[in-house]
């Protein structure tokens, strides 16, 4: 996987900003009018991303799905409770999501055994089986190593790769200011790097 081109995505995302789409503001605003066409954006806008974030959670796709519509219906039965901060819409709606994972393991009262099993998505492999061998073996190497890292490197690389958050969307969800993160995702990626190489995969991360 080639996670240090995945940042350079991000950061260029980032630096493009949302500016194409309707902003939070317009679209909070008529979202709590029960705008169907409101509703309809931001599912389209967010979903694709809370679902991965939760499906890297809890490891089980029809899990993930339940818990993505349960997050839509807290979301609309509390829109009314959204107050612009950094992070936005997108970051209320990932706290919605962070806390239903939670609630999920709390009514369990057991961790996931494999919360980070990776998508190959993450991964081009196109046609060629000897490249597509190349994938698999290197989601293994990643999945692994990601269990090595500590939770607030996960959770970096699960917000700014998996959620696609921008840098202020995270720290406001973390806690810590943009720099903070900056530092943190710097440390996750060199920590993942090692951790990588520690397993014996030499490829590029």
Not at 75 to 98: E, M, P
Not at 157 to 170: N, P, Y
Request: aromatic share 8%.
């Amino acid at each position: 996987m080639q996670i240090l081109l995945l940042a350079l995505q991000a950061s260029l995302r980032e630096q493009s900003g949302r500016a194409s789409s309707p902003d939070d503001a317009a679209l909070v605003k008529r979202a709590r009018k029960l705008d169907d066409e409101a509703w309809r954006i931001i599912f389209e806008r967010h979903y694709p991303r809370l679902y991965s974030y939760i499906y890297y959670r809890v490891g089980d796709a029809s899990v993930a799905e339940d818990l993505c519509g349960e997050l839509f219906e807290k979301a609309v039965k509390n829109i009314h409770r959204f107050k612009s901060r950094d992070g936005g819409l997108a970051g209320w709606l990932t706290r919605i999501a962070q806390n239903l994972t939670y609630d999920y393991y709390r009514r369990r009262k057991a961790r996931p055994s494999d919360p980070l099993e990776l998508n190959e998505s993450w991964l081009s492999g196109g046609d060629d089986p000897d490249r597509s061998l190349l994938n698999r073996e290197s989601t293994d190497y990643l999945r692994r190593a990601l269990q090595k890292l500590t939770p607030e490197q996960r959770d970096v690389i699960l917000l700014r790769f998996i959620a696609q958050m921008r840098t202020s969307e995270v720290a406001s969800i973390m806690g810590k200011t943009p720099g903070a993160i900056k530092a943190l995702q710097h440390r996750a990626l060199a920590a993942l790097r090692r951790e990588m190489e520690a397993l014996g995969y030499h490829g590029l991360i």
